[in-house]
Nanobody
Framework: QVHLVESGGGLVQPGGSLRLSCAASGFTFSSYAMSWYRQAPGKGRELVAVSTSTSGTTNYADIVKGRFTISRDNAKNTVYLQMNSLKPEDTAVYYC?????????WGQGTLVTVSE
């Protein structure tokens, strides 16, 4: 059975940092592209960052480039999202996603709130 469990969300002040983790099980983690998405209140879900399964290439949404870093530890079946210089507009539920061909799995999400 596939599980993706996010953790690390919370309340942080503008300019602060958080590190999200997503622990995966039930599939061959190293073969999957791992991504982070987010959904702000009243908005659609948007892609934040991707880590490919092969070359380890990473890609980022323009709005987080230079502030967020995605990384993965295939030995621990875990993907991370380091978020620095957080802004109020980064407030959202952050979701972990695993994708390989027609297979796509989602975590339950973790809430990040950036506020004074």
């Amino acid at each position: 059975q596939v599980h993706l469990v996010e953790s690390g969300g919370g309340l942080v002040q503008p300019g602060g940092s958080l590190r999200l983790s997503c622990a995966a099980s039930g599939f061959t983690f190293s073969s999957y592209a791992m991504s982070w998405y987010r959904q702000a209140p009243g908005k659609g879900r948007e892609l934040v960052a991707v880590s490919t399964s092969t070359s380890g290439t990473t890609n980022y949404a323009d709005i987080v480039k230079g502030r967020f870093t995605i990384s993965r530890d295939n030995a621990k079946n875990t993907v991370y999202l380091q978020m620095n210089s957080l802004k109020p507009e980064d407030t959202a539920v952050y979701y972990c996603n695993a994708a390989l061909g027609p297979f796509r799995y989602w975590g339950q999400g973790t809430l990040v709130t950036v506020s004074e």
